[in-house]
């Protein structure tokens, strides 16, 4: 199983960025995907999250209203939009995969992860 993110880079506050995922090695359809970060001295953190069956989505109420999750199951692929970014949504930015799952907030739920792409948001 390999996850590969990109799309992450520097933006202003204010601006917009989207990062995508795509898999490989795996039936990608079956898997819950989603997006966790993990900022310099912090834990990492559950962003958003969509699901395998019926695509219902999920976010940390930090994000929500700024950030979507969608997937592309042709393509294995899985993006997450982002607007109005805050400086406070620095991080690198994974992604995440969960045989039949239901989008969980804990990371140990998650069967394979990316490498992680940064995303820095300057003030």
């Known amino acids: 199983v390999q996850l590969v993110e990109s799309g992450g880079g520097l933006v202003q506050a204010g601006g917009s960025l989207s990062v995508s995922c795509t898999a490989s090695?795996?039936?990608?359809?079956?898997?819950?995907m989603a997006w966790f970060r993990q900022a310099p001295g912090k834990e990492r953190e559950f962003v958003a999250g969509?699901?395998?069956?019926?695509?219902?989505?999920a976010y940390t109420d930090s994000v929500k209203g700024r950030f979507t999750i969608s997937r592309d199951n042709a393509k294995n692929t899985v993006n997450l939009q982002m607007r109005s970014l805050k400086s406070e949504d620095t991080a690198v930015y994974y992604c995440a995969a969960d045989l039949y799952g239901t989008n969980s907030y804990m990371e140990r739920s998650y069967d394979a992860w990316g490498q992680g792409t940064q995303v820095t948001v300057s003030s």
């Open positions: 090695g795996l039936t990608f359809y079956r898997y819950a």
């Open positions: 969509i699901s395998w069956s019926d695509g219902k989505t």
